[in-house]
């Protein structure tokens, strides 16, 4: 199993952009699904974005047009783009690989805030 670090985390306006990276200890290249989940406060956890090892890729509803989900097998990396933020995003993001057995990062912050 591998181990995940995210990044990227910040406090950023309305309308801005930021980019989270989650980088494998290992690789990721045979996972067959790696997602991000996000959870406000006060919220259960909930599937953002997910994508399969042959790049199908999910998004919630409520991001679909403005994020995006993608994955470096040859880096270890999965990023995810956020474009357009809303308050309503806020929340701590994690990444999470999911290959039979399933292990997550320890999470980032996003703040959208004016």
């Known amino acids: 199993q591998v181990q995940l670090v995210e990044s990227g985390g910040g406090l950023v306006q309305p309308g801005g952009s930021l980019r989270l990276s989650c980088a494998a200890s290992g690789s990721i290249f045979s996972i067959a699904v790696m997602g991000w989940y996000r959870q406000a406060q006060g919220k259960q956890r909930e599937l953002v974005a997910a994508i399969t090892s042959g790049g199908n890729t999910n998004y919630a509803d409520s991001v679909k047009g403005r994020f995006t989900i993608s994955r470096d097998n040859a880096k270890n990396l999965v990023y995810l783009q956020m474009n357009s933020l809303k308050p309503e995003d806020t929340a701590v993001y994690y990444c999470?690989?999911?290959?039979?057995?399933?292990?997550w990062g320890q999470g980032t912050q996003v703040t959208v805030s004016s």
């Open positions: 999470k690989a999911a290959s039979g057995w399933f292990v």
